[in-house]
């Protein structure tokens, strides 16, 4: 299998612009989360699914926030319009409801916000 | 709310000997997973070993070992034999035992260096 899947690898872009940051989880997980990773607030869930279906989105900051997964191998983070303070590495994980709990993470996208 | 504390942000280590690094948690929940993920430069996020809270037995996976005390909340991770490849953020994270799905609280992270 070839893990989760995130693209870009690296984001770089200026304040005020969109930015959309891709997932593809591994075949035949059912959950999908969203976590960022600051060096003033480690590693924070966003938001998560089961079964493409948003649970749990108390973690999103704000309106400019937006998730979706349309199916079940393809998920989306938006910020838009983008802010330096939204700089960070984004992370998406998978795991397989019911199963061992086991999050598998995607390398990450590093996202410069100018 | 559940609550992961590790209180060394670094530490370093011979290679080839043994380092134990600490995490405690907080939860009034009694049936849940802890996990210890490694991320070295490269960011990449990987398992190290998974433990359940209702086993009583320490999970090991080859070099890695816990110390699992439920009582005092306490999950540490061993690292014997230390090699140069284990030099990486160390983070212990906790989540809830359910069928539905349940976010990773993580702790803060330990930066482990193993010197040559």
């Known amino acids: 299998d070839a893990g989760v899947i995130q693209s870009p690898r690296h984001e770089v872009t200026e304040m005020g612009q969109e930015v959309t940051l891709r997932c593809k989880p591994i075949s035949g997980h059912n959950s999908l989360f969203w976590y960022r990773q600051t060096m003033m607030r480690g590693l924070e869930l966003l938001i998560y699914f089961n079964n493409n279906v948003p649970i749990d989105d108390s973690g999103m900051p704000e309106d400019r926030f937006s998730a979706k997964m349309p199916n079940a191998s393809f998920s989306t983070l938006k910020i838009q319009p983008s802010e330096p303070r939204d700089s960070a590495v984004y992370f998406c994980?998978?795991?397989?409801?019911?199963?061992?709990?086991?999050?598998?993470f995607g390398a990450g996208t590093r996202l410069s916000v100018l | 709310a559940q609550t992961v504390t590790q209180s060394q942000p670094e530490m370093s280590v011979q290679e080839a000997e043994t380092v134990t690094l600490s995490c405690t948690y907080d939860?009034?929940?009694?049936?849940?997973?802890l996990f210890w993920y490694k991320q070295p430069p490269s960011r990449q996020m990987i398992l190290v070993i998974r433990q359940e809270a209702y086993k009583q037995q320490n999970a090991t996976e080859n070099r890695f070992s816990v110390n699992f005390q439920k009582a005092a909340k306490s999950f540490s991770l061993k690292i014997s034999d230390s090699q140069l490849g284990d030099t990486a953020m160390y983070f212990c994270a906790f989540t809830l035992r359910e069928t539905s799905g349940s976010r990773l609280t993580f702790g803060e992270g330990t930066q482990l260096t193993v010197n040559p």
């Open positions: 994980a998978s795991s397989l409801r019911g199963g061992k709990n086991i999050q598998y």
């Open positions: 939860t009034s929940e009694n049936n849940y997973y």
